[in-house]
């Protein structure tokens, strides 16, 4: 277990700005206890620090996970973000999108958020912004990007894509096996 | 007599190329189109190579012959002169049986069906065979029927058939009827219960059964009114079968009924009187109620309750947890709906809840999960801790981590490492724990509906094992606490009900370890097991809990707290009988270093400890003063026990 190399946390924190922006400051600095960035293998672990004490008394071979796995480096290099992390995303975020609940199942079973299932979305959100998607009682669901700003989204027809969806909760399920947590 | 007539048949059609059915079946059956219109043609079964002259155009069969002898005889009469098979129709293969004696003027000819291969009537025909395939097996009755009533019509002839079919059947049940009725009584006889008189009672001890070809509702009634009888054996035994025979009897039944095997029967009914076994093996067949258990780190019992209703789920509280909700029936899945999800609750059996209940972890603490995987517990344990302090998760099974990790992330719990290592391992970690919960490995005998293998496949041997391995695992357990917590607490808990998993494993710790049984703080759940089969375990082991799917309705459970007192190993001697203490205490030496040397310093060591008693006695004195009151009362109660 490592704290992060400086590319690597760039990389890292360019990921999540495009989620919540300038709020990377407030998963740094927080005021109840401190949390750091810590790489088992491939993986980013976000963690407080009494629990890396903790995790430094078992060998690195036998250690698994440490606090939240916020995403992994993939083999050329780029950093990706996993569902795990849509706590943290959920409470910073800027953008945000909500889904009608006919399509709350669609959309836990990957697919893309399409016009006739939006609910709300944010005023004034830009295209390719990274947006985390909400039920309409607000339960994250997971994030993505959007395909329009909130202005033309008015204009599309119902089943044009809104957002395309990068991560979401129904990976736990489809994704057990597939190398998401091993 | 059917296959004599194909065998004649076959004979008389050797010119034809005939199609083997059509001849058997055809000459059985009157056609309908040969019926009225057409001159009735004689059947080919009779040996007669003489071909009668076509008769009269007697419309149908049902002319009396009486009425016209004299026509009909000097028509055939005449005809017979010429008594030459008269190619009727088109096909050579038509032959007509005539009576060539004085009879011949007043008997009619059986009338069959010609052998109708024109191209003409193929639709006929196949209509025909259908009929036919179903008529063969009838041929008898057939035979019987034109014999006695010539001239029926052929709906009426089928009319017929049908009728006696009917009056077999109704006789057959009639006998099926008065068999089980017989059966009945045999088995309400008040003197000789369930005994019937043909079988040796020997036999039955012999424990050979292949024979004997029950049904299955036959043996259940016997094996509730054998249960029924051990209810109160004194005033129901039947009269000349002994106990041992009916226990036999009994226990082959129920491995026949329910699939168990010898050894399960044996454990069950160690542990249960015959009523509670049946019970107990009847409540294994069927699922106990879905249970939920609500992530309060994410919402509320109520809410989520309100939510889930809005949704079409039926449901309730339970009753006596904060946190848990039993699902009647659901429109929707439990498993997939986007609450659980995101983590909002999880789908786990109600009987867990209770070891992390027992365990009562605390805000701010350590505490370890010792078999952790796939997470119920885990997440629970976090829940209560509200992410705080440490919660370290481990499992020797790396194949069943990922869905612990993912277990974690989904609930939100965000205070936890996850290691894979062998739970033995771990005191030797330079991390102690607060609290340690070990929810070992086990045979698994009270939750076999999820999983019914078990009932075939578990040995002694298995037994073995699983008991070694828990007796390693709860002293490393024990061995993990830090003694000077505010609470230092382990909990031990399998989903399992024999006692040699249970109570013997607490009595192992007991021995080898300065812990006491603590209070469970579980309301419910019948006491443990202090005396079985005549070994006598610590009277405070009564303060843990079993579980038993057919009293609490929940899945097969036992769970012990225990309270750590003294860091080290217990090295006296219990003074009372070795038994099986002796094998124990050679593991005991074998664990400090294992060579022989040390078994031969081991025996001095015990005269040498058993001498040093007083004085160490005299050291538990001092050290318990230093720690608090409650430990204090304990350290005493420990010394009246070992001495």
């Known amino acids: ?182 | 007599m059917s296959s004599k007539r194909i065998a004649i048949k076959k004979g008389n059609n050797s010119n034809g190329g005939q199609h083997k059915k059509s001849v058997v079946s055809k000459s059985n059956v009157v056609s309908k189109s040969n019926v009225r219109g057409r001159k009735p043609v004689a059947s080919v079964a009779a040996p007669s190579s003489k071909k009668a002259p076509p008769p009269v155009d007697s419309d149908d069969d049902d002319d009396d012959n009486d009425d016209v002898p004299t026509t009909k005889k000097s028509l055939l009469s005449s005809d017979e002169e010429e008594a030459q098979p008269v190619a009727r129709t088109n096909n050579s293969n038509i032959k007509m049986k005539a009576f060539s004696d004085e009879n011949a003027s007043w008997l009619k000819p059986k009338t069959k069906l010609p052998m109708n291969e024109s191209d003409d009537d193929i639709s006929g025909d196949d209509g025909e065979d259908e009929d036919d395939e179903d008529g063969e097996g009838e041929d008898s009755d057939d035979e019987e029927i034109d014999e006695n009533d010539a001239d029926l019509l052929p709906v009426e002839r089928r009319a017929l058939k049908e009728e006696k079919k009917a009056a077999k059947i109704r006789a057959e049940a009639e006998e099926d009827f008065q068999t089980s009725i017989r059966q009945d009584e045999l088995m309400d006889a008040d003197d000789d219960l369930g005994v019937p008189d043909d079988i040796d009672t020997e036999e039955t001890a012999l424990i050979d059964s292949e024979g004997r070809e029950d049904a299955l509702e036959d043996i259940y009634s016997r094996i509730q009114e054998t249960v029924g009888i051990f209810a109160n054996f004194k005033e129901r035994r039947p009269e000349g079968v002994s106990r041992d025979d009916l226990m036999i009897r009994l226990r082959r039944d129920i491995k026949r009924y329910f699939g168990y095997s010898d050894f399960l029967i044996e454990l069950y009914f160690n542990l249960f009187s015959p009523a509670e076994t049946l019970s107990h093996l009847e409540s294994n067949e069927t699922s106990r109620p879905l249970t939920i258990r609500v992530n309060t780190l994410k919402n509320t019992r109520r809410d989520l309750a309100q939510i889930l209703m809005n949704k079409g789920v039926n449901l309730d509280p339970i009753k006596w947890s904060k946190v848990g909700l039993v699902i009647y029936e659901s429109q929707v899945p439990v498993g997939a709906t986007p609450e659980y999800l995101a983590g909002h609750y999880m789908v786990q059996s109600a009987a867990s809840f209770l070891p992390v209940m027992s365990l009562d972890p605390q805000p701010n603490e350590k505490i370890l999960d010792m078999c952790a995987a796939p997470g119920g517990k885990t997440t629970h344990i976090a829940a209560l801790m509200k992410n705080t302090g440490t919660l370290n998760a481990n499992d020797i099974h790396k194949g069943r981590l990922p869905a612990l990790v993912a277990n974690l992330h989904r609930m939100g719990v965000t205070n936890c490492t996850v290691s894979n290592l062998d739970g033995r391992k771990i005191p030797s970690l330079p991390i102690k724990f607060n609290r340690v919960l070990l929810d070992a490995p086990c045979m698994g005998l009270g939750v076999v509906h999820k999983d019914p293998s078990v009932k075939s496949s578990k040995t002694e041997d298995d037994m073995r094992i699983c008991t070694e391995t828990q007796r390693h695992l709860i002293l490393a357990a024990i061995d993990a606490v830090d003694v000077s917590s505010p609470e230092p607490i382990i909990v031990y808990s399998t989903c399992s009900i024999s006692v040699e998993e249970n109570e013997e494993i607490i009595a192992h710790a007991l021995k080898h370890r300065w812990v006491k049984v603590e209070d469970s703080g579980l309301e419910f759940g019948a006491p443990g097991i202090v005396s079985f089969r005549g070994k006598k375990f610590h009277q405070s082991i009564e303060k843990s809990r079993r579980y038993y799917p057919h009293s609490n309705n929940i899945d097969g459970f036992f769970v012990c707290k225990l309270r750590k007192i003294q860091d080290g190993k217990k090295e006296k001697v219990q003074t009372h009988k070795q038994t099986a203490d002796d094998v124990e205490e050679e593991d005991l030496a074998e664990e400090r270093g294992g060579s022989l040397l040390l078994k031969a310093n081991y025996k001095q060591n015990q005269a040498k400890a058993a001498a040093n008693a007083p004085a160490k006695k005299q050291k538990k004195r001092k050290q318990s003063k230093k720690t608090s009151g409650k430990s204090n009362a304990s350290a005493k109660r420990l010394k009246t026990s070992t001495s």
């Not at chain 1, 796995?69 to 973000?81: A, P, S, V």
């Open chain 1, 1 to 182: 277990m490592r704290p992060l190399t400086e590319e690597e946390t760039k990389l890292v924190f360019a990921k999540l700005a495009c989620y919540i922006g300038r709020n990377i400051q407030l998963l740094i600095d927080r005021k109840d206890e401190n949390y750091c960035f810590r790489v088992l293998g491939k993986r980013v672990y976000y963690v407080k620090e009494s629990i890396v004490r903790a995790a430094n008394c078992i060998g690195r071979d036998d250690l698994l996970s440490v606090g939240t796995c916020f995403g992994k480096f993939t083999h050329n290099g780029q950093f990706r973000l996993q569902v795990t992390c849509l706590d943290y995303l959920s409470q910073y975020a800027k953008y945000k999108v909500w889904i009608k609940p006919s399509s709350e199942n669609s959309f836990v079973y990957g697919n893309h958020v399409l016009k006739a299932g939006l609910g709300r979305i944010t005023d004034n959100t830009p295209v390719n912004q990274g947006v985390i998607v909400y039920t309409m009682g607000d339960i994250p669901l997971g994030f993505g990007t959007t395909a329009k700003s909130t202005a033309d989204c008015r204009h599309l027809d119902p089943s044009a894509i809104v957002v395309y969806r990068q991560s979401d909760v129904g990976e736990y399920v489809r994704n057990e096996d597939d190398g998401l947590f091993s």
